[in-house]
């Protein structure tokens, strides 16, 4: 913790305090490196013992900061324990896990890459022989569980800021050999890239690429209360993660800024929710979050899931969702805000709340359309629902479009919803012959084209249907 600021009577003794203060603020300045501690980054050598006896030393001097060389280091190893107490055939090694730092910790990468070592086991084994094991799902059996680490690096508990930036961290997953699955569904065992847990200072995170994870690519579980400051993700890249690219269960005040967080469980391991981003606060709150500029494309899941705990206000601006396989986006959480985003696929369980509209959730100038030009596969989810509409709400209450257009040139319709939404001022186009209903409670100017029912819709405001000018009412 840091002192108190104090008035010292004695001058010796702050002349003495004051020698001290600067020795150790000193000693947390200079640089430490790897290489300190024996690391060779050649791309070959296992480095994951210096990594550790280099976050034990940053961690007994309360923070510093770590210099990383532009080279490849390899990391991530098990300690294979017969009948471990802890449940694990095997254990993986500690990595780079900075914790309790009260000065700043900062990590600079300069381009490095810390690659997972291969032949490493992730999923459950046989203890005695090493072999996968097979039980049945849901398995939450102990004793065979395996992972290659907890996170490649984490920052826990640390009261001073924290700095990372121009950094790769490569879970090399492909190179894994793959046990059997353990827990509710799929493989919910250790191996995160990057995890921000319970911080109190700030954090900063610029330009790290955080990929091929077995199990996330960041993970961030903050306090559960206002922190009085804001952390800041830019230009982060989480992909081909196999189980989301970025979860968030807890926090508040995070802004993500030029991100990405794409093709989840696309590679060699996929578990559910297999989401891009999952904001999922089942704990802890998670509060106050803002992506700017962030893509969410071509997950096995949702591009954005949010559907789950005690979480509420999320805000988009400018953002991308592609829906592949699944949900372009599932905003069901209180206080969501998106404007000026695009969404190629549909969307589905937008928070609705019929005693409180402002926790309704809220799409102003949005861009919905179903182009597979527009996907990296060339392929477009068209949801659960055979029909396809862009969006799936049939009982959404407060749920406002607003000057939104919905352009949907090839298979999907317009959005199936109920009189409770709300278009204001929106354009509305489909070329596939099916019929669609988006009906709802209409005002300002909106325009509609295609086979659409309006049944039930509430008309305030100038309604076009196929160029025809419909009367204020509601329609019977």
Request: neutral net charge.
């Amino acid at each position: 913790m840091h002192l108190p600021r104090r008035t010292f009577i004695a001058g010796a003794a702050a002349a003495g305090l004051a020698v001290s203060s600067r020795r150790s603020a000193a000693a947390t300045d200079t640089p430490v490196r790897p290489e300190d501690f024996g690391a060779k980054g050649d791309g070959v050598t296992n480095d994951t013992a210096a990594f550790a006896a280099l976050a034990a030393a940053i961690n007994a001097r309360g923070g510093g900061t770590i210099e990383l060389r532009p080279t490849t280091y390899v990391v991530g190893a098990q300690d294979r324990g017969f009948g471990r107490a802890d449940g694990y055939a095997y254990f993986p090694a500690p990595v780079m896990e900075l914790v309790g730092c009260t000065s700043p910790l900062i990590i600079r990468g300069n381009g490095a890459v810390l690659r997972c070592a291969p032949k490493l086991r992730f999923g459950t084994f046989n203890p005695a022989t090493g072999e996968p094991s097979r039980r049945a799902m849901p398995n939450f059996a102990l004793g065979e569980m395996s992972g290659p680490y907890r996170f490649m690096i984490k920052a826990e508990r640390c009261s001073g800021p924290v700095e990372i930036h121009d950094l790769e961290l490569d879970g090399n997953i492909d190179q894994m050999i793959l046990g059997g699955p353990w827990g509710d569904t799929g493989w919910q065992l250790p191996g995160t890239g990057l995890g921000l847990v319970e911080n109190m200072g700030s954090e900063l995170v610029r330009n790290v690429y955080a990929h091929h994870h077995p199990l996330d690519g960041v993970l961030i579980n903050g306090v559960d209360r206002d922190r009085g400051t804001a952390s800041r993700l830019e230009k982060v890249r989480c992909e081909y993660n196999g189980r989301q690219g970025c979860s968030i269960v807890g926090g508040q005040r995070y802004v993500f800024v030029d991100s990405a967080f794409s093709h989840t469980g696309r590679s060699k391991v996929v578990s559910a929710p297999g989401a891009g981003v999952d904001i999922e606060g089942e704990r802890k709150k998670v509060a106050d979050l803002s992506f700017v500029g962030c893509r969410f494309s071509n997950n096995h899941g949702p591009g954005l899931l949010a559907d789950q705990g005690q979480s509420e206000g999320s805000r988009f601006d400018r953002c991308t969702f592609i829906g592949t396989t699944s949900w372009s986006a599932w905003p069901g959480n209180p206080g969501m805000r998106f404007d000026n985003c695009r969404f190629v696929g549909p969307i589905v369980q937008a928070f609705g709340d019929a005693a409180h509209p402002q926790r309704a959730a809220h799409f102003a100038d949005c861009l919905f359309l179903d182009d597979p030009a527009l996907s990296p596969t060339g392929q477009v989810y068209i949801g659960a629902n055979t029909d396809g509409p862009i969006g799936d709400l049939p009982n959404n209450p407060n749920v406002v479009f607003s000057r939104c257009a919905f352009r949907l040139t090839h298979k999907a319709v317009l959005p199936w919803t109920t009189n409770v939404v709300t278009f204001a001022d929106c354009t509305m186009s489909q070329r596939s012959p099916k019929q669609s209903f988006p009906r709802g409670h209409f005002v300002g100017s909106n325009t509609i084209s295609g086979n659409v029912d309006l049944y039930s819709a509430i008309i305030d405001g100038d309604v076009v249907l196929n160029g025809r000018r419909l009367p204020r009412r509601t329609v019977g």
